[in-house]
Structure formats: C-alpha cells, structure tokens
C-alpha cells in the first residue's frame, strides 16, 4: 500500500479549499449523471478526499460509497458516510457500480502512464455494463496558468503554511511543496507529485481497457474540449462489443 498521499495537508485542506464552490462543482456532476444515466442505482465517488462534494452529493445519491488513499482525509469525513480506504490503481470491490465519479485533478496524482492504464483497468471491471464513468483532469494549459498564484502562504487554526508551486515543462510535472508549522515549532513537508498527460493518451488508455470516450468537456460545462483546454470533464462508458 503507498503511503498516506495528504497526511501534512489534510491539516490544512479545507481552509486550501474555502474557495471552491463544491455547491456548484456537485450541481454539475448530478447534471452529468441526470443526462447519462438517470436511472443509476449505485454510485462511487473515487479520490473523495474530505468529502465535500460528498456532503452534497450523498444526498441525491443513494448508499454513495467514498473512496480515498488517505486515511488523514478519510477521518475529516462525516462518520455516516461509508468510506473506504484504498488505492484507485487496486480497487477493493467485487460488486459493480453504475455511476463512477473523481474530481479536481485527482487522476494527475497517478505518476505514469502505467498506473493510469490500471485505474482505466479497473474501472472497466467494477462498472456495470451500462455505467457511466466521469472525471476531470488538468492538461499542460492549467500548470502553465496556474503555477505561480498556488504559491502562498497563510495561518488556519494556528498552524502556519506555505505552499510552492512549480510545473516542469520538460518532464509535464506539477509539484506542490507544503510546508506546515505545527503549534511545537515543528515544521513538517510533503511534496504533492502530478503528471500532466496528453489529452490524447486518455483516449488511447481507455480504449486499452475496453472504455470509450462519451464526451469530453470543458470543465463544468456542456462545451467540447481539445487539446488547448486547461481542465476537462471525461465521460466514459464501457465498450461492450
Ligand atoms: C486534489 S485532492 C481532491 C479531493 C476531492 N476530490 C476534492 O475535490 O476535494 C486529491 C485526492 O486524491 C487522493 N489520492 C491521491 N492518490 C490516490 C490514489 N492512488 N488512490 C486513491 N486516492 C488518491 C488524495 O488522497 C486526495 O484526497
């Protein structure tokens, strides 16, 4: 099992977090599962981290299981959630799903191509064969936009933080070095790793793994993406042929 990926930053996430409309960001996954499948009966939300979106989400979606590598994010959930911790590359499931959902990059912490054909891999063995299989991820456009405003620093709950933030055009690498300062004096570090992947490669992946492509949208919305997007919205189904 890797190791806890947001040990030093559960600490800090949601105050990280404060500006991100989950209220809106859930509105628009309900949409994407009311358009491609109405009827779903059972749903999973991968990567859920502190369970925001959940909080939303678990209200319209029956039994939603949340999944996570980080037990320090897992514990900031609602304990009434049902929660399970786990690697999105080797999926604890036996039974299959018929709505699949990750959001905010949360594919990008996937370091190769390798890993990301496994989680393709296993997303086509746990979702049903209606199912419907949604996520965003950043391409090259969003780390070059971005890369300078995510380095800051700040307090929250008497812990002080910095953040830098770098993308390394050469490897498509995005790291994100946290620094917190504990109430002792202590300072602990933990450096977030994402690989920026073509956009082409999702395609190629899914094919490999017996998905294909729905759509693909810009972020939080219904128009098609490319190549020059920053963030997209995948929607993938399995190929039953
Ligand atoms: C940017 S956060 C997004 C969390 C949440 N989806 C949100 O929107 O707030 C990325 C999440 O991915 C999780 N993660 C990273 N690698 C993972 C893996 N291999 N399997 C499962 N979760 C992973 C981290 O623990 C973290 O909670």
Same mark, same amino acid.
Not at 5 to 13: F, N, R, T
Not at 14 to 36: C, E, G
Not at 161 to 168: G, L
């Given at each position: 099992? $890797?190791?806890? +990926?947001?040990? =030093?930053?559960?600490?800090?996430?949601?105050?990280?977090?404060?500006? /991100?409309?989950?209220?809106?960001?859930?509105?628009?996954?309900?949409?994407?599962?009311?358009?491609?499948?109405?009827?779903?009966?059972?749903?999973l939300e991968i990567a859920a981290g502190?369970?925001?979106?959940?909080?939303?989400?678990? $209200?319209?979606? +029956?039994?939603? =299981?949340?999944?996570?590598?980080?037990?320090?994010?897992?514990?900031? /959930?609602?304990?009434?959630?049902?929660?399970?911790?786990?690697?999105?590359?080797?999926?604890?499931?036996?039974?299959?799903?018929?709505?699949?959902f990750s959001t905010f990059d949360s594919i990008n912490y996937l370091e190769n191509k390798y890993e990301l054909q496994k989680y393709f891999n296993e997303i086509s063995r746990i979702l049903s064969n209606d199912g419907v299989f949604t996520f965003d991820a950043s391409l090259e456009k969003n780390s070059i936009k971005n890369a300078k405003r995510l380095n800051r620093k700040g307090k929250y709950r008497g812990l002080l933080?910095?953040?830098?933030?770098?993308?390394?055009i050469d490897k498509k690498v995005h790291k994100n070095r946290f620094k917190v300062k504990l109430g002792n004096g202590e300072i602990i570090e933990e450096v977030h790793t994402q690989k920026i992947y073509d956009f082409e490669l999702?395609?190629?992946?899914?094919?490999?793994?017996?998905?294909?492509?729905v759509d693909c949208f810009e972020s939080f919305t219904f128009e098609d993406a490319n190549s020059e997007s920053e963030r997209i919205q995948f929607i993938m189904k399995k190929n039953n042929a």
């Open positions: 099992m $890797k190791k806890d +990926p947001y040990k =030093v930053v559960s600490l800090i996430y949601n105050h990280l977090m404060r500006t /991100i409309t989950y209220h809106d960001w859930a509105k628009y996954i309900s949409d994407l599962q009311t358009f491609y499948f109405a009827k779903a009966e059972t749903y502190s369970g925001k979106l959940a909080s939303y989400l678990s $209200k319209i979606f +029956p039994n939603l =299981v949340l999944l996570d590598l980080s037990k320090s994010m897992l514990l900031l /959930i609602d304990e009434n959630e049902k929660c399970v911790c786990a690697d999105m590359t080797s999926l604890p499931f036996k039974s299959k799903f018929n709505f699949i933080y910095k953040q830098i933030s770098n993308y390394d999702y395609f190629e992946l899914a094919e490999n793994s017996g998905l294909y492509v």
